[in-house]
């Protein structure tokens, strides 16, 4: 039977120590230049044979595309420290890596049925030490290896591990464990292999589709004197039986000579797929199955099967790369399925995708560091577009680029800099632009450049429809108001297109003062922002003074200058309200200062509790109250950001993004919604509106702190004309106004 | 004073860390084009903040021309010396002669018993050492008739073929501090390889331990000098002086480390950082002026 995979072709390589380093390379770059998908890099048992992970490594590090398939004798390593080289390998390779066992005389077990047991228990180990979907320490316990606790290290991707041999209870292993089945290439142990595999698969409630089946063959062109031989046709017509009736899906050539090699890669492979093609239903590039372990993650209300097959990868909770994925920042999630869309096209199929799943959550995910945590979910869909993340200069003159919604601000700065261009952001590199870049996006050049959204001059996006449409101020004008302030209402935007500011070299101080009269220090501090000239922002974290230590305030301020003394002049009210426990003052780029970005992926778990308001000034009543709240230990972080300035330039009604007369974002975060509303709701007296991006809250009466009414109304028409149905239900989601057609009832 | 005329010659430690996992190949290219000599990488497979050693070992030697690499030091407990010996010998194929060997009994005795290896008490560890480089020389030793035969308490090999043979002679070091690793040093090793930090009086400790490696050695009936005395360092340039050892300009340092050369007999100088402007002042100017300070101060 066939069980409908891929086809692939590789190369067995020769490495006895006779073959030198140059020869291995020539040979991998070959495989590589010929389009074969793997190598095989053999455990040979001469004396003289290279140690197999060395050479997998040593290639890997001189190639860029090709998979290596690592063998390994369970024999002569502890599956430990196997499990940690091929991991480490597979990062360094970004996923290249396939480890393959021989089982043979082993060490630790004497006699078939042992050795056998053994190699059971490495892939056991090997496995355990990969899975990082269920936390904490790997352990195992068996007959011949044991892990007490040991910390477990993923690959890069889902590592298939493959077995080798002919053994009744190599093969009942084989459909146990194993992700391939590997053999020589007798048709009469293919058929009886297959059997054994298939029937251990099913009994262990396995498909036997999960598992592939490869062959090793030799052979020659020239005269035909048997199997793989002859012409490159009749190699194909010894090969297609072997691929059609017995499922072969991977085919290794194991030879010396360099023209066999080419011959096989560049004729017998074509060749043989075409006439794959023409005799399978799926054709040679056949279907991913997923093993039986993975589908058994699958949640409920999602029909995986009719996922996309275009998309740039989906992943479920069974994929190792779920454990990465799932959570955001701040927020730990579990959806059902994620799916990655690298094109405008797979978005509209993602969103196509979730539209087939009413009542299901919908989430969007740029780079997933959202403070409010909107960019997971439990149990539903999430549409993650972090591998859209291109930066492309369109127009030097104009400073007109191009960024994709995945692109981390730390990235985008980078790439700026070199033009001697910023966008101002946020405080931290590792947010993603697609977030950030349509609520609004108060960052350290706010008074003096305005919120990311000002620099905004077009998107490109997909709508809750599905169609993919360009807005900017003379097209579709409506929908590129709403985006600045209120994009995540109305669709998926894939490309952003910015003005950038031309921004040398700034100077970036970070103080931390001495906050014991608090009051004092805010209201100061507040004074000193609004009374300085526009290229300076301040942030100010206040921590909860804790176990009698001196209440401190951390502040960082950006000058857009580099000349010491403006920088000085700047500074100086700032400096002069309290004593200075810690000063670090330098003249550096933008794009250093965003270069504080840990590349670590979340491991959030809980919800993210803050609150958001803006406030004209820090009045000495506010700061009465904020005081008091912060010393009570309700709140666990308290910052003030500056705004005002070029933000307040912006007539309110230029885009949804209204509060412009504020001069400054508080948000506050804590432990428990209920503690954080007590002690929030005495200061939202001084509080006019809020930032969407710093607000956890789902309450509905937070929509009106969002958007001033004027705003509301007209946003609500456009959610009516461009999301009437309520795709885009996740973010400050706005009920149409039901007046309008197309509107349903709020 | 024990100068052991060793040549001088520098080095890096870079944390082999896993995210992101070029960064660590990144830092031994630069320590490369900073010159330096060798290229060096701690070896702690339970944790998993850390690549695995041996794989990033490798894989650098593939992204590099010149500079040699060396574990230091690895976990002999979790590296069955068998393995360990066709590792080198392959990498050292592969690299013409760029391979050398740090070792070290085991620390962290609770992260070796997680991943499955034996935990051993400090007088099994040092035995443990002596077999493991018997079968790691035993393998290597291809001109040798006849299978390798090693029948020890840690380590057994039953008729192994021998080789591959490595490119060259890879120096055996060891990461040693206590008594009896210290005279195991001194009696089979081609260098000891100990970190200054751990030493308890500083560089004050170097002088009673060379001494217990040069009993050793010549109790052995070798010369002291046939084992190289290397150290780990780390310290901070400044641009001013007045700071203490490694805590001052380049040009303090160089002086600090020919001190060290001449009184103490080190000759292999591994800085440990992951700053590239670090590795490029230690390559680039510390390693030229210090070499120039011993040679006339030998000369004279």
Known sequence: MNYGHALRFGLHLPSDADCGAGRLVEVAGLAEQWGLDLLVVPAGTAGDDLEPSTVASWIAAATVSLGLVLEARPATLHPAMLAGAVASLDRLTEGRVELAFRAGPSAAASGTADSVAALGEAIAVVRELWNVLDRGLGRFTGRFYRLAGAEKAAPAHDVPISVDGQDQDLLRLVGLRADEWSTGCDAVALTQGNRGVDEAARGAGRDPREIRRRVTIRGGFGERTGRFTGTAADWVNDLLPLVVEHGVGTIVLDTVERDVAAGFASEVAPALRAAVDAVLPRGWSGARVRRSAVRARRLPGIDYESAPPEMAEVVEPGDPAYARLRSGYLRGGAPGVILRAATNEQVTQALAFALRHPGVALSRRSAGHGVSGRSTNHGGIVIDVSLMNAIEVLDRKTRRVRIGPGARWAEVAAALEPYGWALSSGDYGGVGVGGLATAGGIGYLARWHGLTIDRLRAVEMVLADGSVVRADDSENPDLFWAVRGAGANFGIVTAFEFEADDVGAVAFARLTQDASDLERYLVEWGRAVEDSPRDLTSFVIVPPPRGGRPALAVSRTMVDSSDPETVRARLEPLAAISAMYAQDIVITSYAAVMDNASDDPPVSHGEPVSRSGLLRHVTPQFAAVAARMIRSGAIGWFQLRSVGGAVADVPADATAYAHRDANFSLVVMGGADEVVDRAWARLSPFLDGLYISFESSLRPERIAAAWPPRTLSRLRELKSVYDPEGVFGDNFALTPAANHPGGSTP | ?300
């Open chain 2, 1 to 300: 004073m024990s100068d052991y005329g060793h040549e001088l010659w520098f080095g890096s430690f870079i944390t082999p860390t896993a995210r992101p996992p070029q960064a660590p190949v990144e830092l031994a290219q630069t320590s490369e084009r900073a010159g330096l000599d060798l290229v060096s990488f701690q070896d702690h497979p339970y944790q998993s903040a850390f690549q695995d050693t041996w794989t990033l070992m490798s894989y650098v030697a593939a992204r590099t021309e010149r500079i040699r690499i060396s574990g230091n030091v690895l976990s002999l407990p979790l590296r069955p010396p068998a393995v360990l010996a066709r590792a080198a010998a392959s990498l050292d194929r592969l690299t013409g002669g760029r391979v050398e060997l740090g070792i070290g009994a085991g620390a962290f005795w609770d992260g070796i018993v997680a991943m499955g290896g034996r935990r051993l008490e400090p007088a099994q560890a040092v035995r443990a050492v002596e077999e493991a480089v018997d079968v790691i020389r035993g393998l290597w030793a291809t001109d040798e008739t006849g299978p390798l035969r090693v029948t020890g308490e840690f380590y057994t090999v039953n008729g192994a073929k021998r080789g591959p043979a490595p490119a060259h002679r890879i120096p055996i070091r060891i990461g040693a501090y206590k008594p009896r690793m210290l005279r195991l040093t001194g009696k089979i090793a081609d260098g000891w390889l100990p970190s200054l930090g751990f030493l308890p009086e500083g560089p004050a400790s170097l002088r009673a331990m060379n001494e217990q490696i040069d009993e050793a050695a010549s109790a052995a009936g070798r010369e002291p000098a046939a084992v190289s005395r290397l150290l780990n360092l780390s310290g901070r340039f400044t641009s001013g002086a007045g700071g203490g050892l490694l805590q001052g300009t380049p040009g303090d340092w160089a002086e600090q480390i020919a001190d060290l050369a001449l009184q103490y007999g080190v000759s292999g100088f591994i800085l440990a950082s992951d700053e590239p402007a670090d590795l490029n002042l230690f390559g680039h100017e510390v390693a030229p002026r210090a070499r120039e300070l011993v040679q006339s101060e030998r000369v004279t």
